[in-house]
């Protein structure tokens, strides 16, 4: 069974366990077995320390074959930080690498949203700027165009909602279609 690595800020919520189940339960529908944070092995009352917590994903990402990231914004505008380093651990580990969002918005307009009553163009790059003066990207990518361009580089997709769902931060839908194309890819 190809082992994937789920990625993702679910972890943090307060139902973690029965999201992170379905997630496990839908991969293995696709053919994969599911390894990460939210897998079956990591289900346990032990509490751990952040080093035990770094190193059973460590281990876990390098076993992985396959890394799915739920790069939905979490906490601002952008992806869960740790979730972002994985997706660039596992590029560089030369793994395949698929990414999806909830948030159908581009990066860019999610940052404009927040400084729009600031926001200038810059008349030299056409860029806009926030009140800061700071550039906000705007490439029309799902995050940061490091996170889509690596995944991208990396032979992967980043797999973006239509329209936003009513609960993004628990929402299955876009991360369903992922596993179906990526089932259909490897097939």
């Excluded at 952040?50 to 979490?74: G, H, K, Q, S, W």
């Excluded at 651990?89 to 990414?99: C, E, H, P």
């Excluded at 029309?140 to 329209?163: H, P, Q, S």
Aim: hydrophobic content about 40%; proline content about 7%.
């Amino acid at each position: 069974m190809t082992t994937i690595y789920l990625a993702g800020p679910e972890v943090f919520l307060p139902d973690a366990l029965p999201i992170m189940a379905e997630k496990r339960r839908l991969a293995r529908q696709f053919g994969f077995e599911p390894t990460g944070p939210g897998s079956d092995e990591n289900q346990t009352p032990i509490k751990r320390t952040a080093a035990e917590i770094y190193a059973r994903n460590d281990v876990a990402m390098r076993r992985a074959e396959i890394c799915l990231a739920n790069i939905t914004p979490f906490r601002g505008v952008s992806a869960d930080p740790g979730t972002v380093y994985e997706i660039g651990f596992m590029i560089a580990l030369g793994k395949s690498v698929f990414a999806y969002t909830n948030h159908p918005d581009d990066y860019g307009l999610r940052v404009r949203s927040i400084w729009y009553a600031g926001m200038e163009i810059d008349e030299t790059s056409g860029r806009p700027r926030g009140p800061d003066g700071i550039a906000i990207e705007n490439h029309g990518m799902a995050d940061n165009l490091m996170i889509d361009g690596g995944v991208g580089a990396a032979g992967g997709k980043v797999f973006r909602a239509t329209t936003l769902p009513a609960d993004p931060a628990r929402d299955l839908t876009v991360y369903f279609e992922a596993l179906q194309t990526i089932a259909g890819i490897r097939r």
